[in-house]
């Protein structure tokens, strides 16, 4: 931890999921007391189910951790800029191949004891009706409650955007017929997935009942649009049965694809998979993964147990979706997260428009450092465009299409690199002049009195997971 800064303000973040937890974090271990602020449990969401900080209500997994990758990446970013949360998540880490997964319960607890004890954080569970006035990190996260979400909105007019986003099912692993399952992962490596094969009449059969389902209307507090527009769900995120409806084959190039895949029954390639990935390190619970859905839950019983494996399946969570409210950044916020129209806010994780646990992290931390700054009286910081924390955060503070939607970590936010590489060579190029310049950076701001977490109480160590700068 820092040298403690007396006699400075308290920073105030709002929020106890993911970006504000990092937030907290990042400011106290910088020497500034935090208030951290969260209404649950006496105000709860439609989502969230307990009253645990960084509760992780939609899937466990945190994307991809292999090198290389765009999600890979921009983990491998989050821990040598000394990230909280995933310091906790590669500790509670469980199967899930080429994927960094996560053990929920124990995710969230760990990160809720952390927190509650760190010296200078003091946690208060209360209802934030008002902005705070003062240094303030909101992170109150894409279920905004109504009253915060009118008095943001007073600060910065109309320009609110929204999408619907989903979570898939979770089934218990003593109601699955492991005869009819198979354990594997696509191309080979650890079996960290079971995976239940389709002939093409089983899969044409399944295609139909989603697409007769019978599904949840819209609850009231997520018919913000007239009827008659179509849904803007988040393409990144589509429930089973809309990609149902987009066309016969689309569900077996999505979440069925049976590439890298082959039944040992037959010993060929299946015609379409359902995989299910386990959910805790004890493998009680699987989530189908990519089977977010909107489907009655009757309906989502009997089209789910035409799944071969499933015909039985205890079903622990049911899928469903729900509104997503985000604010639209390049009009409203400052690249370093501070609303345009409120110096001293920040905005951070999925409200200022990023989309993704990891993505959410990463903003949790940019805004965390920038107010705990700002309450130094330190410039700004903003990280090398040519990072994937930079880039994602220039994109959904300074790119203004004409509809502006939430992003996730790709490598096309990067700017090109200067050799004529194509393929995973450009991928590579990319991803080593990230670290590189990450580095660098650090070392700039280290220069001029920027401290980090530290590794093993803060961050893992900088350099793992065969990443090289």
Partial sequence: MSKRHEGLPAVTVVGGGLAGCEAAYQIAERGLQVILREMRPGTMTEAHRTSKLAELVCSNSLRSDEPGSAPGLLKEELRRLGSLVMRVADQTSVPAGKALAVDREEFSQRISNLIESHPSISLVRDEVQELPEGITVV???????????????????????????????????????????????????????????????????????????????????????????????????????????????TLRFGPMKPVGLTDPKTGRRPYAVVQLRPENRACTMYNLVGFQTKLVRKDQRRVFRMIPGLERAEFLRYGSVHRNTYIDGPRCLKQTLELRARARTYIAGQLCGVEGYVESVASGLVAGINAARLARALPPAVLPLTSMVGALLNYVTRDAPWRHQPMNANFGILPSPDE??????????????????????????????????????????????????
């Avoid at 989603?210 to 990144?236: I, K, N, Q, T």
């Avoid at 220069?447 to 961050?459: C, D, K, N, R, V």
């Fill in 139 to 249: 992170a109150s996260g894409p279920l905004t409650s109504a009253t915060l979400a009118r008095a943001l909105g007073e600060v910065i007019g109309d320009h609110y955007l929204y999408f619907y986003d989903a979570i898939s099912p979770i089934v218990s692993s003593g109601s699955l017929d492991m005869a009819a399952l198979f354990a594997a992962s696509r191309y080979g490596g650890y079996p960290a997935y079971l995976n239940a094969a389709m002939g093409e009449s089983e899969y044409r059969a399944f295609r139909t009942a989603l697409l007769d389902g019978e599904r949840f209307p819209l609850r009231e507090f997520e018919s913000l649009e007239e009827a008659s527009r179509d849904v803007p769900y988040f393409e990144g995120c589509l429930p089973a049965e809309e990609l149902a409806r987009r066309g016969e084959d």
């Fill in 420 to 469: 004529d590489v194509r393929g995973k060579a450009r991928r590579k190029a990319k991803a080593e002049r990230a670290l590189r310049e990450l580095e660098e950076w650090m070392g700039r701001q280290e220069e001029s009195g920027e401290t980090w977490p530290a590794s093993g109480s803060g961050a893992a160590p900088r350099l793992q997971m065969g990443w090289s700068t």
